[in-house]
């Protein structure tokens, strides 16, 4: 397979397309730009369709009309962009609607910075958007994994009927690492639910509303009962180092990155230390955390935001063990000192690094 | 009563069911054909009624007013030469 | 006997839950009509607003989408762009279009989408119970202009036909009113044509449809089609303001 040096961003594009999505609605955003530019140059050449639309919010729906009517459709934009897309993503699920949404994570709130964040994980796992609803959320940690998540992530959302959102941030959105395409390979899932015109069939109807409560508390039992599946079937993570280790990283994209180059560091200082990585998170991997329990004597979650993952950490830990916080924020990303300094100064009785 | 010189037959039925008693059929009809009954429907209105078929041109301005599409017109005579 | 009026095969048998003297009904044969007597039975796709008429994929026999309030032309552009070979159209109020979904309308119209949005009109928001909407006239009360609308606080009404039909993208632009069966079967017309405009791949098109509200006018259907035809008649713009034959090529 050929070997290419690409953009975080080009890569989810060109995955994209590769994975027989031929349809990009889409507002350009800083630090997503790429993805909508590369779309604008390529679809058109293979057979697809491009629209620039007037918002991140006419976009969204334009992908629901569009995933309505049977195709594989995208959109990407960065935090206040997908602020915007937050009713159309409720109603996609409502719909049971597949397709992918992409969030290339920059500083908020407000209209923030345009450097790299992680604090939109409340907005993609916990809803973002109104009722009970979930998205399926991947979080790539390289140039690599932009373009294989992208591929896995269409053949959820067919399998699944279900939107689903790759959390990635602007550091991985820019970066530039060798990718390699695999064969895509798109899942073929039973479509007779879209709108394509009642032709010698009965109607299809695509809406979430309905006045009755009886039929309320139905569908959405229906799709708690969906979620839950998903829960049991789809959890994501690597685990590094865990084998032995005794205290626990916990990260995501690009913290995660930094962190592996801590732990790597502290293990060559004797520190028997690991990384809990999700890759899936929501559902978030549970099964990670659950196979350590016992072993590990405590986690410490990097995040570059206030604190968001750490909360599903805590939950899962149930307090067998202390769960700590680094972060840092506004668009700085933590170093390999910073990391260090903090695991020794809450795990081995503080002190300067050896 | 219409002055107009009726060569043909017409008729029309209106569903009492789907009637919501709005009156815009009685309101356009060029002849005075149609009128509102005395006894309301199973929903409490009082549905529009053809009380004088033989005065019928089949102009269609009732069943193109009628918002419930509650309206059916018929060229000859109906079966019973009572209002329907 | 022969029957020379029958419904359309384009609406079903359900019973329309509109108030009594309610213009969606009429609206909505007409365009039951026009789709089936173009044979499209089979290819089109409509999309519903967030209205009155937000449930009116229940009288149709065609495919539908909803989804949130004023987009629809977001939808109808995924739609149609996925499916270019079939019909679609939105159905929309004026809340849904003039107000919360005013950019995706004229930006629907720019880009010559080519699917074809019906606008209902009536001035008033009725599902939400009677506020005032970007097409309330001066001087009307409304449950948020209960004093009359004050041109000082509120600004002036939306000609919206006037402002497609400004759009180049807009293949057909135009403005009829249902208030007499004259008017009524001149609507149709509009409706299909717009339709057709659609069908041979011209660009966007648009028909405004002026309707009433008896429950929210306070008024009677009658009086409501009465003040319809001497107010909301009087200040909006009709007719065929533009179409495919009077546009100036380039």
Redesign the interface.
Known sequence: MKKYFMKGNEAIAEAAIRANCL?Y?GYPITPSTEIIEYMAAKLNKVGG?F?Q???E???????????????R?MTASSSTGISLKQ??LS?MAANELPALVVNIMRTGPGLGGLGPSQADYFQATKGGGHGDYRLIVLAPSSVQEMADLIMDGFDLADIHRNPVMILADGVLGQMMEPVVFRDAAPVSVDKSWA??????RE???????SLQNEAGEKKSLYLEKKYNQIKESEQRFESYLMDDAEYAFVAYGTSARIVKGAVDELREQGHKVGLIRPITLWPFPEKAFQSVLDQVKGYLVVEMSAGQMIEDVKLTVNAKAPVEFYSRQGGITPQHNEIIEKYHSVFQGGGVIA | MSNMKKKKD??VTIDE??C?????CV??CPTETLSMSKNPNKKG?YPAIQHAPVACI????C???????S????????LHQEAI | ???????TKA?NDK??H?????????IH?ILGEVIEELDI?????G??PVGCS??M?QY?????????HG?AP??????????PD?VVFTYQGDGDLASIGI??A??AAA?GEKFTTIFVNNGIYGMTGGQMAPTSLVGQKTATSPMGRDAALAGYPLDIPLIMSTIRGAAYVASVSVD??QN??KAKKAIKKAFQVQIEGHGYSFVSVLSTC?TNWGM???ES?DWLRDNLGTYYTLGELKSPEKTRSV
């Open positions: 349809m609605f369709t629209v639309s007037e918002s919010i006419a976009a969204m729906f334009m992908v629901f009309g569009a995933s309505g009517a049977g195709k459709v009713e159309g109603y709108t394509t015109g009642a032709d010698g109607r299809n109807v695509i809406t979430s509303y | 017409f008729y069911d789907l919501k008693g709005c009156m815009i309101s356009v209105y089949g102009c269609n301005k069943a193109l007013m009628c918002p419930e599409i309206i059916r017109v018929f060229k000859g005579q109906p | 006997m022969k029957q020379i009026f029958e419904k609406l019973p329309f509109y108030c009594p003297g309610c213009t969606h009904g009429i044969r039975l089979a290819k089109t796709i999309v519903a937000g449930f994929e149709f026999n065609i495919d539908f989408q909803g989804g949130a987009r977001a939808i109808a552009t995924g739609i149609k762009r996925a499916l079939k950019a995706e004229i930006h880009r007499t069966p009524v079967l008896p009677s259907p009658t089609l």
